[in-house]
């Protein structure tokens, strides 16, 4: 089943957006790999299922709402301490007095459901690159789940990956995901 044609609101009451970041380097072993989740964010989904190439999606998200919800590795378990240094680090990288907006607008819709492609120009500290979300529809419990995911690279934004002693950092590379729970048709 494919989700109810028409607008729909999306954010935090019906969808979930994260970011995992990954650690690399010779301390990478004490570092996590972490799920950050967006607890602010809204966004409008026009959707035609029927001729996906009408659909369009905008999404603002508040970057200071990004909180950690899972890591994993590490030599020891994330304390609130660490968790408290991670976002007032988060704040500093990402300038969010600055910036206090991170935005996705799609520019097209292609592929037919349950598979499309969402490309789209996304801009974080005030730098806009092209993106392009692979997602996908599946129907659950009379609910349609859609799923985007992408993969970006913080230095294209100007983002310096946090680094401590050049020992232990943080990829280059994140993957942002979207999971909405939308009404089927």
Do not use: C
């Not at 990478?28 to 989740?37: A, I, P, Q, R, Y």
């Not at 950690?68 to 990288?93: C, P």
């Not at 349950?114 to 009379?142: F, N, Y």
């Amino acid at each position: 089943m494919t989700p109810k044609s028409g607008t729909h609101s999306i954010g935090p009451s019906n969808g979930q957006l994260t970011v995992n970041t990954y650690v690399g380097g010779m301390g990478s072993k004490m570092g996590h790999d972490l799920v950050l989740e967006a607890k602010s964010w809204s966004g409008t989904l026009n959707l035609d299922p029927d001729n996906p190439s009408a659909s369009s999606v905008q999404v603002t998200i508040n970057p200071r709402s990004l909180e950690v919800i899972q890591a994993s590795g590490g030599l020891k378990a994330l304390s609130d301490k660490d968790k408290k240094e991670i976002a007032q680090n988060q704040d500093k990288t990402l300038q969010t007095d600055k910036f206090p907006e991170i935005t996705f607008q799609s520019t097209s819709v292609s592929g037919n459901a349950p598979r499309l492609s969402v490309q789209g120009d996304l801009t974080i500290k005030g730098t806009t690159r092209p993106v392009t979300l692979d997602v996908t529809a599946e129907e659950s419990g009379g609910q349609a789940q859609v799923t985007g995911k992408t993969k970006i690279v913080q230095t294209e934004f100007g983002i310096k990956p946090y680094s401590k002693m050049g020992a232990l950092k943080v990829k280059d590379a994140v993957d942002l995901q979207i999971n909405l729970s939308l009404p089927s048709a």
